[in-house]
């Protein structure tokens, strides 16, 4: 036996079984359904562009960046030393890092910067990426691409800011005019106190200047309860003015260089997103500028809602895919019992349950970017616009929004717990996912909104639910249990008694039928099996880790590794 001398420590352990850290692979290589979904919904020419930025995500120092941006979170000064109003908010270095990554990429701009088929697609798969890293900088990314069909409503607003939008530079390092910027960011101001989404209850005020009207000067007087990353150099509000509700883009500097009078009262201690910056502010006769029709608010910055809405769903879907893979990476290098934990029959049941709800909001969250693509007529993308996909559009984008975000949170515990004890610990980067999971489902309308959102569409639109039935039956004759599902779908559609009541049964519904419908389309075959068997034909329990005996694991298992 070896003997120890006086003085010397001796060793306790070795440090055995330990996975390795999730680093150093490339986030979009490795992710073989999003690679997939990019070729078929026409964006493959931006594969070099998603490898390269696949390749940047997944290095240790990047994933360093989103860590340190949380652990660090943005600070408010209202005022400087001498005690002059400044209304500043501080961010950490790694914010600014992880910023200037995804204004590089221009996953705030690409669509409009490279107007061709498939630019939402391409800009959305890059999104998924950096979402991977950190989501909190999705929230000025995500409203500063949402905020270019609002802003196209007044053309002389738009041919002002649209350029500094559209910039590859991120400036957010400094106050100062956006016209001394290299580039701009824009946020979002709904909400009151007294409303929330009942936005048609705000009571901030909106008085002329110099005679108002379209594009006109405003003064503006209220407050806004969530008011997004205050950091943003220009802002899309809604406030009454004397024809009703209406929608304002208001600067943090004035024509005259002077900073606007928005006083921020202070930011929210969130449970998650806390890189992010959100608000509470203080208009003291702040100066805007009119975006469409006054009493035209809501269908003006509904433009940008839709827009961010898809975010949404794209946040969502990266969060699910980084849950998955970190799950299955830990499994496949801890053993317990004598062998590896992805080679228990039980986890490997859990593992590729989440993985086939990891694949169904990819495959199609990335299906409802192509519809932002086909919708509108673009000259400059070579498309004339698609009445079938606009109506698709109208209903899939609701319908997406409330189910994959309802699944975030469940996934994201579960895979949390795949990982055990150290799931539970901080630096495993689980606790922050958790609390990450339930923010979608909150921002740009909860989970009631959305379902009430495709009432509103199908009462409306009658169009839009032909639209969404002829998308799902376009697996008709493939798959038995889709069939079924959609006629079951046709019943429920034609019972209006009490469809309040049961819109996110309904909703719900619909969600899986589509999802459904993609796999057996475009998924992998035992991917398609396992979806339909467990979610269609309930051949499985409540929790994950309930697919039926016969579910071709492995398969589903090594398509989601992420072989780091």
Not at 123 to 135: D, K, S, W
Not at 159 to 168: G, K, M, T
Not at 315 to 327: D, E, P
Not at 553 to 563: A, C, D, K, V, Y
């Amino acid at each position: 036996m070896a003997t120890v001398e006086r003085g010397q420590t001796a060793s306790t352990h070795e440090v055995l079984n330990q996975p390795p850290p999730l680093e150093s692979y490339n986030v979009f290589a490795e992710d073989t359904a999003l690679v997939e979904a990019v070729r078929r919904e026409g964006a493959d020419w931006v594969e070099d562009e998603a490898r390269e930025l696949g390749a940047l995500c997944g290095l240790p120092q990047t994933i360093r960046w989103g860590v340190e941006a949380n652990q660090n979170p943005p600070k408010l000064r209202t005022h400087d030393r001498f005690g002059n109003r400044i209304d500043e908010v501080e961010f950490h270095p790694a914010w600014h890092e992880l910023m200037r990554i995804g204004i590089g990429h221009g996953l705030h701009a690409l669509p409009w910067r490279q107007p061709q088929p498939g630019a939402h697609v391409a800009r959305g798969a890059l999104f998924m990426l950096l979402g991977q890293v950190e989501a909190g900088v999705g929230c000025p990314i995500s409203m500063t691409y949402s905020v270019i069909p609002a802003l196209r409503t007044q053309p002389e607003l738009a041919a002002e800011w649209e350029p500094r939008f559209l910039s590859l530079s991120y400036d957010g390092e400094r106050l100062v005019p956006a016209p001394d910027k290299k580039g701009a960011l824009c946020g979002m101001g709904m909400t009151e106190k007294q409303g929330g989404s009942d936005v048609r209850a705000n009571l901030t005020t909106a008085r002329p200047l110099n005679g108002g009207g379209p594009g006109g000067e405003y003064e503006i007087t209220g407050h806004k309860w969530f008011f997004s990353a205050p950091m943003c150099d220009a802002f899309l509000v809604l406030a009454q003015a004397d024809g009703g509700l209406s929608c304002f883009l208001l600067p943090r500097f004035t024509p005259d260089g002077e900073r606007n009078r928005i006083h921020l009262q202070r930011l929210k201690d969130k449970l998650g997103n806390r890189s992010n910056a959100s608000s509470e502010v203080e208009f003291r006769g702040a100066w805007a500028q009119l975006v469409g029709e006054e009493g035209r608010g809501v269908p003006t910055i509904i433009e940008m809602v839709n827009h961010t809405r898809l975010d949404c769903t794209l946040g969502v879907a990266a969060g699910m895919r980084w849950g998955t893979a970190a799950a299955i990476h830990h499994c496949t290098y801890r053993e317990a019992f004598g062998k590896r934990l992805a080679e228990q029959p039980l986890m490997r049941n859990v593992l590729a349950d989440l993985a086939i709800e990891s694949e169904a909001a990819t495959v199609s969250a990335m299906r409802l970017a192509r519809t932002f693509d086909q919708a509108d007529a673009n000259p400059d993308a070579g498309t004339v616009g698609s009445e079938q996909a606009r109506e698709l559009r109208r209903l899939a984008t609701p319908v997406l929004k409330y189910w994959t975000c309802k699944r975030a949170p469940v996934h994201a515990v579960e895979a949390l717990e795949c990982l055990g004890g150290n799931g539970y610990v901080e630096e495993s980067g689980m606790p922050r996912l958790y609390r990450e999971s339930p923010l979608a489902s909150i921002w740009e309308g909860s989970g009631n909104v959305q379902c009430l959102d495709v009432l509103r569409a199908m009462s409306r639109n009658p169009s839009s639910v032909d639209a969404f039935v002829a998308e799902v039956e376009e697996a008709s004759g493939a798959e038995r249990r889709v069939d079924a599902a959609v006629a079951a779908l046709r019943d429920e559609l034609s019972d209006l008694e009490g469809i309040e009541s049961r819109a996110r049964t309904v909703v719900e519904r619909m969600a899986l039928a589509l999802q459904a419908s993609l796999l057996v389309r475009y998924g992998d075959p035992a991917v398609a099996d396992a979806f339909c068997a467990s979610r269609l034909e309930g051949n499985s329990g409540l929790a994950f880790g309930t697919l039926p005996a016969g579910t071709d694991f492995g398969r589903i298992i090594e398509r989601h590794s992420p072989h780091a």
